[in-house]
């Protein structure tokens, strides 16, 4: 059972009871599928008011570590990454169709994920196991097609290789719940006529060759330079697909 601290400020009951399941959810004492106790429980045990827990499980919720139905008692999700990020990941979505210039914070999250991935793997961590260099082949065949669907699709399969190759399955799941919309980033930037596929290539083939050098800091600086390059490809895309509203 959890339980109640000996004191609770009265200015802090409900972040009382967020602590205190937390630190159990995460401690694994209640594990995932379990039922919470019943909110009349929780606010007995750590005397509280019901309206206290209430608030309390809101953000329990938020922090994706239970969920709620109504007429149940909250159930532990803590391991639910995939359908919590699955939930995140379609909410960004909205806000591009709503807003396209979200688009572009899109590049920003991008780059937590992969400017430190170029750094790490040419420190030598993680394992380049071929799947940049099949990446990189799919890209050469798409130009030569000319085909930008293809060229798009293997652009965002080049930046997939590189985080996967870290072989952090955290880190690779959270990417992955973002790799839909990072693809719809690419395929919008490739439009952009002053951006040819020949040298997005060769930004490509760049930042692969310093990974390969064992350079940390010019690898970081190639992929940081490639999306820099793409965010302003982004911005001008999007400007042209504009309404135009001055007549």
Not at 87 to 102: D, I
Not at 149 to 157: H, T
Not at 173 to 179: G, I, P, R, S
């Amino acid at each position: 059972m959890v339980t109640a601290p000996p004191q609770i400020e009265r200015n802090k009951l409900s972040t009382a009871v967020v602590n205190a399941f937390e630190e159990a959810i995460l401690s694994g004492s209640l594990a995932v599928g379990e039922r919470m106790p019943a909110e009349a429980e929780i606010a007995r045990n750590f005397g509280v008011s019901t309206r206290s827990v209430r608030e309390a499980m809101q953000i329990l919720e938020m922090k994706g570590l239970v969920r709620r139905r109504h007429g149940e008692r909250a159930e532990v999700v803590r391991d639910d990454i995939g359908q919590y990020l699955n939930s995140l990941a379609t909410t960004v979505r909205t806000l591009f169709q709503r807003e396209p210039a979200y688009v572009v914070k899109i590049m920003d999250v991008r780059r937590l994920f992969e400017v430190d991935a170029a750094r790490r793997l040419a420190a030598g961590e993680g394992r380049l196991d071929g799947s940049i260099e099949a990446a990189l082949e799919r890209m050469q065949e798409s130009v030569g097609a000319r085909d930008f669907p293809s060229y798009a699709d293997a652009d965002a399969a080049f930046h997939l290789a590189i985080v996967h190759s870290l072989g952090n399955e955290i880190l690779s799941t959270l990417y992955d719940n973002v790799y839909a919309l990072i693809t719809d980033t690419i395929r919008i930037s490739v439009r952009v006529p002053s951006k040819s596929m020949e040298n997005g290539i060769k930004e490509h083939r760049g930042i692969y060759r310093e990974i390969r050098s064992g350079d940390p800091d010019r690898a970081a600086a190639a992929l940081e330079t490639h999306l820099r390059n793409s965010t302003e490809y982004l911005r001008i895309a999007l400007t042209r697909q504009q309404p135009d509203t001055s007549t």
